[in-house]
């Protein structure tokens, strides 16, 4: 990875960082703009560079900084209910920057399937975050996507088209640039 990569790679974990702590508590699980960080990385960097600024920012929570959300860190917080939506920003990360790898075709297309991509990364990350809730809190399906997924999904969604279309501006500018 040359020097502008990781320099992007910062940037972009540094905005992750910024959009996590952002957060509206409706319960145990709070409505967080992480996710949006995590959909703008990936589809903006791609793969690698996408799940870097994610590891990134998982490791920085991880040892105490307070990105997580409502200004929380520790690695207590990567095994509590909560934590497995964390953990999983890698995955999402992977997903969408596979899926949005080389999408600079037109613009409209290009757009929807960034959208696809996030819709698709979310799911994985409500899997796995489901799952660590359902075994640390230990709760049956129904209850947990009563707390976990289903009061977010709508959000999720408006933040996923968003960033779908952010992602490819901000991608074509910085290419335009040769910055990325």
Known sequence: M????????????????????????????????????????????????????????????AVGLPVFSGFRGGIQMLLGPTGGYIWSYIFTAAIIGTLTKALLHKRIIAIIQIFGACVLGT??????????FMIVQKTGIYEALSVCVIPFAVFDIIKAAVASYLSYAIKK???????L
């Open 123 to 132: 799911a994985v990350c409500y899997f796995f975050g489901t799952l660590q």
């Open 173 to 179: 500018a910085l290419l335009k640039a040769d910055l």
């Open 2 to 61: 040359n020097t502008k990569s990781m320099i992007l790679c910062g940037v972009f974990a540094a905005f992750i960082c910024v959009f996590s702590v952002m957060t509206i508590p409706i319960g145990p699980v709070p409505v967080s703009m992480g996710i949006f960080g995590i959909m703008l990385s990936a589809a903006v960097l791609g793969t690698k560079k996408g799940c870097s600024s994610v590891f990134i920012y998982i490791l920085l929570g």
